[in-house]
């Protein structure tokens, strides 16, 4: 037996013991000496057994006293195995429904990939580089604007894209959300309007909500915002914000043109509205395409992107790029309520991965994939009659329309009794007006129960 | 030349070449087989330099077409070099100079262990266990609570101190800080009244003022707070809040006695005040001293706890235990806020770290070596005059007294000119009342620049 099985088998011996109260609470556990000869093995696997039981909790070491059976706990409860079907479908649940799903559930509602589609060869690779990083990385809280050589990079892909910006204008944050969380507590105060897409990715309502703002929705055309009604609700509401995704927006995929960006751009300024590009999307572009930030420059934009979609979502880790002046006020709160900045052990595997040799194969073989997808997602879908509002340029959602105007509510709660995770249109509408579409991640529909559940719960009348 | 060596040697070139404008921005790049004839190396080594400079940024690929030179981006600015000497000294004063600090720069105002205090093997072997965890510890967002195991982990080390909770009752979150932030979010509206200690760790008054809540100060003793204070604020004031630490108390190293952890809980009651009890440095106790969630279970009192002090800060991790009601509105805060819960990477690293072997002996060295320099801290100061408040039974600070009341702003400026961070008292205090006092990390008094610095400081006139 090799010494990691001998271990284990001391310590699976002992943990009988316990739970068969052969060791009672704080009962003294066998002399290393004694159960070492017992049990065949050497006493320093007995010591090392030992002290893997204490890190456990299920003994307890005296310094100098040697160990004892520790009190039981409350027994585990067991976790909560299965959807939760008695919430409302409201912002948060297609967040909670996908994020806490059992891996195996297939969940076409959820927004990012399925692990076999992310660069695991180069996180691995990353992780292996981390084992060697120095002493600090491993240990220290960081620098609170983030590692310089992962910010320099990323000034450097903004400056590729035609926004010049140097280092001290990224921060880096624990994730993309946390990013416009920030931004938020800088400028938004309860009661403050702040507008959005109508559909809008539906976090973005969750984490405004948080903010006790008062939301409103701009319709969203197949080349962006609706430019008059911009306009009309700026001057209605005097907004503090604006959020959107300009290349790829969510969960549409449609593409902003250059002249209703620049009809945006001038509405905001007219009513000194901010406006808020979260460019998370950003890498599955075929080729890019017009951007606020880089219309505008950061006077009154400010970018924010991540890695959760096309590196890791595990690996939390965000970025603000901003004027000079906000970054200064962000780094306070990032500072107050975070304390520190991103994790320098996620910065490092963020940045061992971006530095990776493979890490640009990989996004141009993850575009060409879902290209593929989302043909074939569409074509499984046509039968159903389910009709995609517009064919996307990239990234993986397809935003559908449901036969005979559906409820896409009642259809994602029949699938979730069958064990799929959908996502139903009115979660992203501020204005409740897409009860009858439905967001599909195009990556996530290849397992084989999608497609017949699906069916099944478009014909299941609500119960 | 090994073959990373020789991918290095042609990028070098290669950048030599764009930084002397030998390749203008957009020129194509010297063609794979002809560069890796010149430079005696194989086309694939040149592919795979090509390949990193793109992911750098330096150059750009276009699909079927090959290589060019990037536009070059601003010139990076120069990381700022040195300390911040413009700054109020308020509450975040220390927390960004400690931070920001360059890593040389000896810092006994900060709040963490050296890295060589740390346990850098063990983390060096978790992150050699993550590069082989499962694909979606890699990839994915994870459960909203975090990861089980980990949950259960904690649970019993509850269970082990008297409270008895399932792991559904824990909630890991990126950090101790954030714990308490998402708490606020859901408990403290701007205009509440939160009670702290004073003084108290000082980025409770930074996350309460970005909360708009009215903090104040209830003094603390060497027992405790003042159990009449806290009863007379509570009933003027019905805040809805008390922050505090129990075990260890940041900055005194004071300890709570039993008998006013059972006054303040009573006064709790009266005026319903929910209690924060954030202990994040009870590994370093030697015997386990009174908590307020241990009496009083988890009716009014919430649990907080973080590995930055013993494990690692670089890896964000803190936990909530808390009555289940109060965990489900917590998560969905964390999902609007920050999507999803903790990084799956970060509790894979922390969870390998917690169950090995080494851990425990780890903390008990620690503790030995903490009890040293806390002693040799003590009579290193002596001869400046300046003395501990009391003789803390663990943990790494030192809360002094400065010789003739001399301003300890003044001398942290001072110190700063010099390059050392120090932490004056008025940081800590709500009434401002410390202006004389100083918080020492004992473990970060070893290099020898600090006492000459420190005895300079003190003689140095306000500028």
Redesign the interface.
Known sequence: MAEGGRTAAVMAAIRRRIAARGLAPGERLPSIRGLATAMGVSPSTVV??Y??L?????V??R?GSGFYA????????L??IGPRLDRAVDP?WV??QS??AE?EIPKPGCG??P??W?P?AA???A??G????E???????????GP?PLR??L??????EGL?????QVLLT?????AI?LIC?LLVR?GDTVLVDDPCYF?FQ??L??HRATVIGVPYTEAGPDPERFAAEAAAHRPRLYITNSALHNPTGATLSPAIAHRILNAAAAHDVTIVEDDIFAPFEPEPSPRLAGLDGLARVIRIGSF?KTL?????CGYVVAKAEWIEAL???Q???????V????AE?VAGV????????HL?SLRRRLDRARRDAAERLAPLGIRPWLMPRGGFYLWCSLPETRDAAAVARAALRDGVVLAPGDVFSVSCTAGSRMRFNVAQMGDARVMPVLARALTVPEA
Chains 1, 2 share one sequence.
């Open positions: 090392e057994a002290e893997r204490a890190a456990e909790g299920a307890r070491s310094p520790a009190a039981p706990g409350p027994l585990p409860a976790a909560k948060l967040s909670r994020l806490d891996p990012w990939l692990p076999a992310m695991v996180l691995r690779r992780a292996r981390l084992a060697r990083a002493d600090s990385v491993l240990t220290d809280y960081g620098a609170t604007r310089l320099r990079m000034a450097r892909q903004c400056a590729g010049a910006v140097g280092p001290d624990g994730s993309g959300t946390q969380d507590r309860p976090n969750a984490l909500r948080a959760s890791s979502a595990s690996i939390r780094i306070d709160l500072v107050a309520t975070s304390f520190g900045g994790s320098p052990v996620a595997l971006l530095g990776d040799g493979q890490y640009r194969k141009e």
